[in-house]
C-alpha cells in the first residue's frame, strides 16, 4: 500500500494557483481541486474553466472533487478538461455506475465520495467500477475543519472490504487531516491524504507534505 499525499488548494492563494502548484509539485502525488456550488454544499468554489487552466499550468495530476449537484451531468466534462481524477459524491450522483464509467471513458480514474454519515455497505458492490473511495472526514464545504473520529471505524470497514474483495480501489480521506491526525487514518487503513491547511497554512508547503508522508508511512508500517 503506497502512501500518497493530495495538497488541497482550497486553502491555496487563489490569486497565485500556478506558483501554489509549483511549490509542491516536487513532493505531492496529486493535487486536490474542491468543485463546490453553492448548492450540494454551502460554498462556491471553481469549475471547468479554472481545472482546464490549471492542467495546463501545473505538473502534478488534478484530483478532482466534485461537491456539486447532478454530478452525472457534469464529471465527464473534468475528465476531458484533463483531470487525472474525478470523484463525485453518492449523495448527489443519480446513476453513479453510469457516471463511474464515462469518467474512466474519458481515460480518468473514478472516484466515490461518502460524507461522515453515509455507510460504506451499500456501495460494497460496486467496487470494481472504482479506482478510489474518498471518506470524508469533515462534513464538506470548508477548509480548516476539525477532524471526525468518529469516521474512523468506517476508514477501518473499507479497507478490510477493499482487502477481502481484492479490489484495486484507493482509500483516500479528506478532512481535517494534519499532523496530529494522520497517523490515525493511516493505522485505520487510508492511504491517500488530502490536506488543505496543514499545507498551504505551513511556512513551507513542500515541507509539511514529507512531514505527512512521514507520518503515515510509519503508521501504516
Ligand atoms: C472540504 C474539502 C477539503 C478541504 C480540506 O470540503 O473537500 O478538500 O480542502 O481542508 P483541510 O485539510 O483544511 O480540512
Ligand atoms: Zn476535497
Known amino acids: 500500500m ?11 492563494d487563489f490569486a497565485h494557483l500556478a506558483d501554489e502548484a509549483a511549490a509542491v509539485a516536487d513532493s505531492a502525488d496529486w493535487l486536490h481541486v474542491d468543485v463546490m456550488d453553492n448548492h450540494f454544499v454551502p460554498n462556491l468554489t471553481l469549475g471547468l474553466p479554472i481545472v482546464e487552466a490549471l492542467h495546463k499550468a501545473a505538473t502534478l495530476p488534478l484530483d ?14 473534468y475528465a476531458e478538461a484533463g ?4 470523484t463525485i459524491h453518492a449523495e448527489a450522483a443519480r446513476a453513479p455506475v453510469r457516471t463511474l464509467r464515462s469518467i474512466r471513458s474519458q481515460g480518468a480514474r473514478a472516484g466515490l465520495a461518502l460524507n461522515p454519515a453515509t455507510p460504506i455497505e451499500p456501495y460494497a458492490d460496486l467496487l470494481p467500477e472504482l479506482d478510489m473511495l474518498l471518506l470524508m472526514t469533515v462534513e464538506p464545504g470548508f477548509g480548516g475543519q476539525k477532524f471526525l473520529d468518529v469516521v474512523l471505524p468506517k476508514i477501518r470497514r473499507t479497507r478490510e472490504l477493499i482487502r477481502d474483495r481484492e479490489a484495486a480501489v484507493w482509500l483516500q480521506v479528506d478532512g481535517g487531516v494534519s499532523e496530529e491526525t494522520i497517523e490515525r487514518c493511516a493505522e485505520a487503513g487510508a492511504d491517500v491524504f488530502v490536506a488543505g491547511s496543514a499545507v498551504y497554512g505551513a511556512q513551507d508547503p513542500a515541507g509539511a507534505v514529507e512531514a505527512l508522508r512521514a507520518r503515515a ?3 501504516a508500517g
Open 217 to 219: 508511512e510509519r503508521a
Open 64 to 77: 478532482c472533487h466534485l461537491m456539486i449537484e447532478d454530478p452525472d451531468r457534469w464529471a465527464p466534462a
Open 83 to 86: 483531470a487525472g481524477s474525478v
Open 2 to 12: 503506497a502512501i500518497q499525499i493530495s495538497p488541497s488548494i482550497l486553502s491555496a
